[in-house]
């Protein structure tokens, strides 16, 4: 069981917009940058958004906000693809490791 | 744009060591922190272990702590993970990525290096 909770499976159709979640507590989500990272078919995983950056080659329909100890990741106009499996991370300064959620599977209908 | 490449991984019995490699290319290795994230068969990420520029600070995940040693080689770019008294379940992806510093998340990463743990 992660310590950083994401829904199992968020879905969506073409140009629609979509938020996937990640939840934590004060001492991680609340106090760190979060990582989100994108895998497709299990292939390395790709970094999609840090803290409030967009890295290079990241479509800015992509977007970020954070709510006390909740993490957000949404995608504007959804494209076909953006499918994939979505996991957020953060460091925790209690347990001083690095927590990762346990991924959402978005799927583009 | 920098490239990170793993080596070093392979089969292996239970109880065996490996060392994987991470070497940087294109990028200042010695600007960023490092990370070792694994992921087993069908499931997600997990966190191994966290490493500084000048190594200083080094942090592991507490079920691994004592079996994996990460250290690094500015000199030469390389990251490495030691691994010993491997089990079953330590048979992962193991993927290296940079960070800006230790508790900030992951950002360029490598392909990753199959370990597969097998009598």
């Known amino acids: 069981q992660s310590a950083l909770t994401q829904e199992a499976s968020v879905s969506g159709t073409v140009g629609q917009k979509v938020t996937l979640s990640c939840t934590g507590s004060s001492t991680n989500i609340g106090s760190y940058f979060v990582g989100w990272y994108r895998q497709v078919s299990h292939g390395p995983p790709r970094t999609v958004m840090l803290?409030?950056s967009l890295p290079s080659g990241i479509p800015d329909r992509f977007s970020v906000s954070k709510s006390g100890t909740t993490a957000s990741l949404t995608i504007s106009g959804l494209q076909p693809e953006d499918e994939g499996d979505y996991y957020c991370s953060s460091w925790d300064h209690s347990l001083e490791t690095r927590l990762f959620g346990g991924g959402t599977r978005l799927t583009v209908l | 744009e920098g490239q990170l490449v793993e080596s070093g991984g392979g089969l292996v019995k239970p109880g065996g060591s490996l060392r994987l490699s991470c070497v940087a290319s294109?990028?200042?290795?010695?600007?960023?922190?490092m990370n070792w994230v694994r992921q087993a068969p069908g499931k997600g990420l997990e966190w191994v272990a966290s490493i500084s520029v000048r190594s200083d600070y080094i942090f592991y995940a507490d079920s691994l702590k004592g079996r994996f040693t990460i250290s690094r080689d500015n000199s030469k770019k390389t990251l490495y993970l030691d691994l010993s008294n491997l089990r079953v379940d330590d048979t992962a992806f193991y993927y290296c990525?940079?960070?800006?510093?230790?508790?900030?998340?992951?950002?360029?990463w490598g392909q990753g290096s199959l370990v597969s743990v097998t009598s």
């Open positions: 294109g990028l200042k290795f010695d600007d960023y922190a």
């Open positions: 990525a940079t960070s800006e510093a230790v508790r900030r998340p992951p950002d360029s």
């Open positions: 803290g409030n």
